[in-house]
């Protein structure tokens, strides 16, 4: 490492390879989201398709595990601007607040339509994610990372 400074230095051109950092942010970031939202999707798609009752235990699971979905989903949503945020995920937000603080409600199927309910907002929170992935995406300004040099934006050619 030192003789490549040192070699820079004397004056000869540096060698290294452009890389285009946002993109690479971009696509680790998607990943771990995608990953998340699989997840959900998996508990989701249990929760819409009972029909029925899987048991106490069963549901206590199912309610817990789509609780912890809808915290993380949460969070992503609450990290967009609330200037930037549009109707879906303004409303799935207020929803879940109001699930939170609500509960179940008392009587045979409370616990069920609990259940179904926090699958309905963690499926509503995961297309609000998708919508806003895909609108920076479509935003990304690429900047080129140079060894030795700070960072090129594409258009400064």
């Known amino acids: 490492m030192r003789e490549q400074i040192e070699h820079n230095?004397?004056?000869?051109?540096?060698?290294?390879?452009?890389?285009?950092?946002?993109?690479?942010?971009?696509?680790?970031?998607?990943?771990?989201?995608?990953?998340?939202?699989?997840?959900?999707?998996?508990?989701?798609?249990e929760a819409l398709a009972?029909?029925?009752?899987?048991?106490?235990?069963?549901?206590?699971?199912?309610?817990?595990?789509?609780?912890?979905?809808?915290?993380?989903?949460?969070?992503?949503?609450?990290?967009?601007?609330?200037?930037?945020?549009?109707?879906?995920?303004?409303?799935v937000l207020e929803t879940w607040t109001k699930l939170k603080a609500d509960g179940p409600a008392d009587g045979p199927l409370g616990t069920w339509s609990y259940t179904r309910q926090l699958a309905l907002t963690a499926r509503d929170m995961i297309r609000a994610l998708r919508e806003r992935r895909t609108q920076q995406q479509s935003a990304v300004a690429t900047f080129i990372g140079r060894p030795d040099l700070p960072p090129l934006a594409p258009d400064a050619g």
């Open 9 to 45: 230095r004397a004056g000869k051109p540096a060698s290294g390879v452009e890389v285009h950092f946002a993109g690479l942010l971009l696509q680790a970031c998607n990943a771990f989201e995608e990953q998340a939202e699989a997840a959900a999707e998996h508990d989701i798609a």
């Open 50 to 91: 009972l029909r029925h009752h899987p048991g106490n235990v069963a549901l206590a699971d199912l309610t817990d595990r789509l609780l912890s979905r809808c915290e993380g989903l949460s969070g992503g949503i609450e990290g967009i601007p609330a200037t930037e945020r549009d109707a879906r995920a303004t409303g």
